[in-house]
């Protein structure tokens, strides 16, 4: 099971991008997916999660500015960043677990995609 992220970039404080990730392989069923992001010298943080049945949940620091969704028939999660910060600059990774066809369970990682927002 692979999971390629795309839609990072550079971007002005204030301004949107929206990330994409395409989860693809031996799929039976997808449950959680998720964005997590990591900053220079800073821990890895959980951004964003979804549920297979559409609950979602968000750090404070990102609630109200993002938003998480999943398109099940294309096995892919989409994060739609608004209003953004210097301070959500990072390396954003996404997060698929779930069972494979062979009924095997699996949990795995994007390679990461780079965000900067400048001041």
């Known amino acids: 099971v692979q999971l390629v992220e795309s839609g990072g970039g550079l971007v002005q404080t204030g301004g949107s991008l929206r990330l994409s990730c395409a989860v693809s392989g031996s799929i039976f069923s997808i449950n959680d997916m998720a964005w997590y992001r990591q900053a220079p010298g800073k821990q890895r943080e959980l951004v964003a999660r979804i549920r297979s049945g559409g609950m979602t949940n968000y750090p404070d620091s990102v609630k109200g500015r993002f938003t998480i969704s999943r398109d099940n028939a294309k096995n892919t999660v989409y994060l739609q960043m608004n209003m953004l910060k210097p301070e959500d600059t990072a390396v954003y990774y996404c997060?698929?677990?779930?069972?494979?066809?062979?009924?095997?369970?699996?949990?795995?990682w994007g390679q990461g995609t780079q965000v900067t927002v400048s001041s």
């Open positions: 997060t698929a677990v779930g069972m494979q066809t062979t009924f095997s369970a699996f949990n795995n």
